[in-house]
């Protein structure tokens, strides 16, 4: 895969995605920014723990209007915050083309959610507006791999190649899972694309004992990285609680990852 340096080393420390990269790269943090306090603590334990990229949401597409929608800008500038304190680049959703800008301000790695995946105009405007700052494209709920790869193609035909695709489970028959975790796509996106490619078990099973075996899994699949949810209180979480582990369980997952990828 080609390689994505993610960060600017005036405001983090710049991580390195794709390429001879040796380590797996590892992003974690809450679902979504709940407040100051939790942010700040979670964001200081995944770094403890290994990680080298904080991701939290700041605006959730939430399948209800009623759950929790994030706290918007307020979200950004505590992600900016726990960035300037712990060095590590941001990842953040961005749901909106008229958001592209403001929330490129804030973030070294845009996200677009599985819900948006085929929404052309925000594809584009990530593409055109989004300052440079690398997009992590998640897969649809639905969508096939061509449809991902197109969808793809639309954030690099509007001027902005550094993109990453991230596996995050796709709609099955079978409610036990949240989503049906696709890991033969890791290595079939290798043949087709030079894009690097993480995996998400966090939202692929939606159960956090799940978690660490997929995580593995992700890894001998062969991804760049994984993106995990963590929570210092996972049962009091905003959203996406159930599927979210702890900072000493990340802390194994990454032990885990850097000693498979010595023997791979
Ligand atoms: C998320 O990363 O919290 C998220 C909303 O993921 P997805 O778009 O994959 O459902
Ligand atoms: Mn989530």
């Not at 939290?56 to 706290?71: D, E, I, V, W």
């Not at 709920?141 to 449809?147: G, K, P, Q, R, V």
Request: charged share 20%.
């Amino acid at each position: 895969p080609s390689s994505i340096v993610v960060g600017d080393a005036r405001h983090c420390d710049p991580v390195v995605i794709g390429g001879e990269q040796a380590m797996p790269v590892i992003m974690a943090g809450p679902c979504a920014v709940e407040s100051r306090e939790q942010l700040l603590e979670t964001a200081r334990a995944v770094k403890e723990a290994g990680a080298t990229v904080l991701r939290g949401g700041a605006f959730k597409p939430r399948t209800s209007p009623y759950q929790f929608q994030g706290l918007g800008i307020e979200g950004l500038r505590l992600l900016a915050e726990a960035r300037q304190e712990t060095g590590l680049p941001v990842i953040t959703e961005v749901m909106e083309p008229e958001m592209v800008e403001v929330v490129a301000d804030y973030a070294d790695i845009l996200q677009i959610g599985a819900r948006n995946m085929q929404n052309f105009p925000l594809l584009q405007a990530v593409g055109r507006r989004g300052r440079g700052k690398p997009v992590m494209l998640k897969r649809g709920l639905s969508a096939t791999i061509d449809e991902w790869l197109l969808a793809a193609e639309y954030i690099v035909a509007a001027g902005n190649p550094n993109v990453i695709l991230c596996e995050r489970g796709v709609r099955s028959f079978d409610p036990q899972t949240r989503n049906l975790l696709d890991l033969a796509c890791v290595p079939l996106l290798h043949e087709l694309t030079h894009l690097p490619v993480i995996v998400d078990p966090s939202h692929a099973t939606g159960r956090r004992e799940l978690v660490p075996t997929m995580a593995r899994a992700g890894i001998a699949a062969g991804a760049e990285g994984l993106i995990l949810e963590v929570h210092p209180d996972p049962n009091s979480a905003l959203c996406d609680g159930r599927q979210s582990i702890t900072p000493a369980e990340l802390r194994t997952i990454v032990h885990e990852a850097r000693l498979m990828v010595q023997i791979m």
